[in-house]
């Protein structure tokens, strides 16, 4: 299927993608699998927050204008009043600031904090490991998957959607090159077959809403499935 | 809107107005229009609760209605704007009209309350102060996005924008739906609903670009 789009159709279909998920993420509309990879590619990206930033002032316009207001109760604003000293009081001691998060030597972004413990990769296939991400998702899995280097992704294509975000090294495919920071994200009508850089591999974190499936001979062996 | 174009000093420095309405008597006396802006400034760095008042006399019912489109009941609505709005005042230290309009940031709060709140699931977001994060590429062309002029444009525009496609950004925003939710809850078809929704978008940034042109 991926052979009846262009290559700039491809890009196209890629890049609105893309910008749906920023706007949905903005909204707050994503599960928590894609949130996640969202909220990871947003640290690494300026770009990325900067669209966020729009979004969210199109958001507070709308909100702020465009929302009609439904009366608080009648003792509502007295009631927060009363309580403005107090929770002054208490939250001056909270400062938290962001966790640093190390995972096999590389530094990921600490909203994967809570997400990752220690390394207990899963071989999938020669050269492929998974190491699973608990969420409360019903829909989407999310997995670490790393690529040894040099090593080309078996043919498969899948339903629903795939993000792929770069943590490290990098790997390309018939759209191009794609490093740290950088988001990928597909729909079924994609095929690739992408090939972990030959001196570096890869790490990324990859978040799919449905059973990836293998095509062609390799259909027999399904290591996605889970 | 006329707020926006009436003390724009204020929105820079709000304690400046402080100062100017001591030396000149006749400012104070006209019925001032303060920002949103300038009123989060009062409570930031003086915790002003008449300041905190008014914005909460704005924002809280804007913000139990936008609970309710998202799902919540009227009691828990209101319960969660009162929650929202003890957040604001809480965090408004951290608030920088330099870096976003007021709507913006009391938006973001509420958001991640609803999520918190009715999806029960803590939002994975960037931090700021994460080691890992790559820091802004381009300071300069950050300063005017999402901040307070561009959010007035955003508001006057939306007022033009075809009721197809308002109605589609309704949903997305206040009513916790994907695309695709909103493309099988109207049996729209999904890439009519993102033709719509992109349309809609460039009509609002075609706006910005108009209005930065004129400045």
Redesign the interface.
């Known amino acids: 299927m991926s052979t009846d789009l262009t290559q700039h159709e491809m890009k196209d279909k890629m890049q609105?993608q893309y910008?749906?998920m920023l706007?949905?993420y903005a909204?707050?509309?994503?599960d928590?699998a894609q949130?996640?990879v969202?909220?990871?590619h947003?640290?690494?990206?300026?770009y990325a927050?900067?669209m966020l930033?729009?979004y969210?002032?199109?958001?507070?316009?709308?909100?702020?204008?465009?929302?009609?207001?439904?009366?608080?109760?009648k003792d509502?604003?007295d009631?927060?009043?009363a309580?403005?000293d107090q929770?002054?009081a208490e939250?001056k001691d909270e400062q938290t600031?962001?966790q640093?998060?190390h995972f096999e030597g590389v530094?990921?972004?600490?909203?994967l904090k809570d997400y990752l413990d220690q390394p207990s990769w899963q071989n999938i296939y020669p050269g492929m490991a998974i190491q699973n991400i608990e969420t409360?998702c019903l829909k989407s899995k999310a997995r670490l998957l790393k690529v040894d280097p040099g090593v080309k992704t078996p043919e498969h294509s899948h339903r629903g959607v795939e993000m792929t975000l770069m943590l490290d090294g990098a790997f390309h495919d018939e759209s191009g090159t794609y490093s740290r920071?950088d988001l990928i994200i597909v729909d079924e009508d994609y095929t690739h077959q992408p090939i972990a850089d030959e001196r570096t591999g890869c790490i990324c974190l990859v978040v799919t809403t449905a059973p990836i499936k293998l095509t062609g001979w390799k259909r027999l062996f399904n290591p996605f499935l889970k | 809107m006329k707020q926006q174009f009436l003390y724009e000093n204020m929105l820079v420095n709000p304690l400046r107005f402080r100062v100017n309405e001591m030396m000149e008597p006749s400012i104070s006396q006209a019925s001032a229009e303060i920002t949103?802006e300038a009123l989060l400034g009062y409570v930031a760095k003086e915790?002003d609760?008449d300041a905190?008042?008014r914005l909460?006399?704005?924002?809280?019912?804007?913000?139990?209605?936008?609970l309710?489109?998202g799902g919540a009941s009227?009691d828990q609505?209101?319960e969660l704007?009162?929650e929202t709005?003890?957040a604001v005042?809480?965090k408004a230290d951290k608030y920088n009209p330099d870096k976003?309009?007021?709507?913006?940031?009391?938006?973001?709060i509420?958001?991640?309350k609803?999520?918190d709140a009715l999806r029960?699931?803590k939002?994975?977001?960037?931090?700021?102060?994460?080691?890992?994060?790559?820091?802004?590429?381009?300071p300069h062309?950050?300063e005017r996005?999402?901040?307070e002029q561009?959010?007035?444009i955003?508001?006057t525009a939306?007022?033009t924008l075809p009721k197809e496609q308002a109605e589609l950004?309704?949903k997305?925003?206040?009513e916790?739906?994907?695309?695709s939710?909103i493309a099988a809850e109207t049996k729209i078809p999904l890439g009519t609903v993102?033709s719509r929704?992109?349309l809609a978008?460039e009509r609002?940034r075609g706006q910005n670009a108009v209005k930065a042109l004129g400045k």
């Open positions: 609105t910008e749906t706007m949905e909204a707050g509309v994503l928590e949130s996640l969202m909220g990871a947003a640290s690494l990206s300026p927050r900067r930033k729009k969210e002032c199109l958001g507070g316009a709308m909100l702020s204008a465009h929302c009609e207001p439904i009366s608080m109760k509502a604003l009631c927060v009043m309580q403005l929770k002054r939250t600031s962001a640093p998060c530094s990921l972004p600490s909203c409360s920071g | 949103h915790q609760k905190f008042a909460f006399t704005h924002f809280a019912p804007r913000i139990k209605s936008y309710m489109k009227q609505a209101d704007a009162q709005m003890l005042w809480d976003a309009a007021a709507s913006t940031w009391i938006f973001t509420a958001r991640n609803r999520i029960r699931m939002r994975p977001d960037y931090e700021p102060e994460d080691p890992a994060l790559v820091a802004d590429d381009m062309a950050d996005i999402g901040t561009e959010a007035g955003l508001e939306l007022e950004l309704y997305s925003f206040f916790d739906k994907t695309h939710d993102k929704i992109r978008l609002l």
